[in-house]
């Protein structure tokens, strides 16, 4: 398959409508390029198969292939229900407690004592992704009793959301543990933290993962924007989880938060997510709406590093379609007129490191001779993401030693990452450079390319020496 570059990338969950081998095949030719696997759902069984024919692929195509795992986190439902569902009146009362005995109009259990204990008068309670409003007016460590706001039906096993209210329990259940444990076992390149309200949350994860895999962090609670700077420092990636986000907080505030962790990810050089409802239509149809394409549209011109399809690609009935049309309208925007200056109106200032100036001058040296591609070795993968940090107009052409670390960078903005040998001497490193470039369709003959490397080789963060070359 030829190289047809595009800077934003496409991540595509796997579900029952796209977990076969040629369905897996199908997504990654219509242009996924990361590919999660959802441990809300399926069981490990299905998600070792998954992993087995995308290294398969991997293998066969001789390009780097991300997999994502997304754990499940803390859920919050409320108990059972005698008659399965009910009615609740705007106005009235309606009591949540302990009791494990069935509900009714009157009071429904709630077996989560951790709420009950962040829980305060005048606190609202959001039920099925939103649609029932309660507010608190007394409570105690084992009950609360509310006044119905939004009524309507309720039924048995129905989600519970506190908005703005930080719930002392770690977002690692035991089932995400187990989770976690098979998926680094199995070899994962990125592990997606759900519910992250606060730093602790991610330094817990990353005792365990112990750099295996890169950490994403999921941002769907709004206590999590409040300390958003530093979440982001203890992440390797964030994804604005706009369902959640949705839910706990008003709909007109959810495009502003996008923006905002968007820019805060790009100042940072982490490679940030746009997510949820992207396609949403396209679960039952063969087109999306003009709004959706806007939406996709939207987030490439913010820059974001990747778009997510969720339902779309994983349950729909237009998996591949739901990844062509996203690949497609990530092209268009690309090649728009307008495109570039509102990147770089965005663009974070370098800071004040050798490595930062390096990779800025790469940037101006690569546009200021129209170079084919900054081509970038690295071991870590931070020479490649400071890179891809400056949003370039060329294409960054990752190589490096690892396997890890060129499918981890396949998530990140405008790199296209392959394993290689490491160089020994400069002028090996020169060489492999213009030979890469060219055989992998990027340059031909004549063409200049900026090269960025540390010295010595080897040295992760070190990147410290710019070279310009000619492919012969």
């Not at 998954?50 to 293998?59: D, G, K, Q």
């Not at 976690?180 to 076992?185: C, E, S, T, V």
């Not at 940090?389 to 296209?416: K, M, Q």
Request: aromatic content about 4%; glycine content about 6%.
């Amino acid at each position: 398959m030829a190289l047809q570059h595009r800077n934003a990338k496409i991540i595509a969950t796997i579900g029952p409508a796209s977990s076969s081998p040629e369905a897996i095949r199908a997504l990654w030719e219509a242009g996924a390029n990361v590919f999660r696997l959802n441990f809300s759902h399926g069981s490990h069984s299905d998600h070792r198969a998954v992993h087995i024919a995308l290294r398969a692929l991997e293998h066969e195509t001789g390009r780097p292939i991300a997999i994502l795992a997304d754990l499940q986190g803390p859920k919050f439902r409320i108990g059972k229900l005698a008659d399965d569902k009910v009615t609740l009146e705007p106005g009235a009362t309606f009591h949540l407690d302990l009791n494990e005995d069935p509900g009714d109009q009157h009071r429904a259990p709630l077996p989560h004592p951790e709420l009950f204990r962040a829980l305060a008068p005048g606190h609202e309670m959001l039920i099925d992704d939103g649609r029932l409003r309660l507010r608190v007016t007394a409570c105690d460590d084992r009950t609360a009793t509310t006044e119905v706001v939004d009524g309507g039906g309720l039924s048995s096993r129905k989600g519970v959301s506190l908005p703005g209210v930080v719930i002392p329990v770690s977002p690692l259940t035991d089932k995400d543990r187990r989770d976690l444990d098979f998926a680094l076992a199995l070899g994962v390149d990125w592990i997606a933290l759900s519910f992250v309200q606060r730093p602790d949350d991610l330094a817990e994860l990353r005792k365990t993962v112990q750099g295996r895999a890169g950490v994403l962090a999921k941002l769907e609670k709004p206590a999590a924007i409040d300390r958003l700077e530093e979440i982001i420092d203890l992440s390797d990636a964030v994804m604005v989880a706009r369902g959640d986000l949705g839910v706990e907080m008003p709909p007109e505030d959810v495009p502003i938060l996008q923006k905002l962790i968007v820019a805060a990810s790009r100042r940072a050089g982490k490679p940030v997510v746009v997510a949820t409802q992207m396609l949403e239509s396209m679960i039952t149809e063969a087109t999306p709406t003009r709004a959706e394409a806007g939406d996709v549209a939207n987030a490439v011109y913010e820059g974001a590093d990747a778009v997510m399809l969720s339902a779309e690609t994983a349950a729909g009935a237009h998996p591949i379609e739901a990844v062509a049309m996203m690949d497609r309208i990530i092209r268009r925007v690309e090649q728009a007129a307008n495109y570039r200056m509102l990147l770089d109106a965005a663009l974070a200032e370098p800071q004040a490191t050798a490595a930062d100036a390096i990779t800025a001058a790469a940037r101006q040296v690569a546009e200021t001779i129209s170079a084919a591609a900054i081509v970038t070795y690295t071991t870590s993968g931070s020479t490649a993401l400071r890179a891809a940090r400056e949003r370039p107009t060329a294409p960054i052409l990752c190589l490096t030693g690892s396997h890890a670390t060129a499918r981890r960078l396949v998530l990140a903005w405008g790199i296209e990452s392959f394993f290689t040998h490491d160089a020994k001497s400069v002028e090996e490193m020169v060489d492999h450079a213009q030979t890469m470039a060219r055989d992998r369709g990027f340059a031909k003959r004549g063409d200049s390319i900026v090269i960025t490397a540390g010295m010595p080789f080897g040295t992760p963060g070190a990147t410290n020496m710019l070279r310009i070359a000619w492919v012969n």
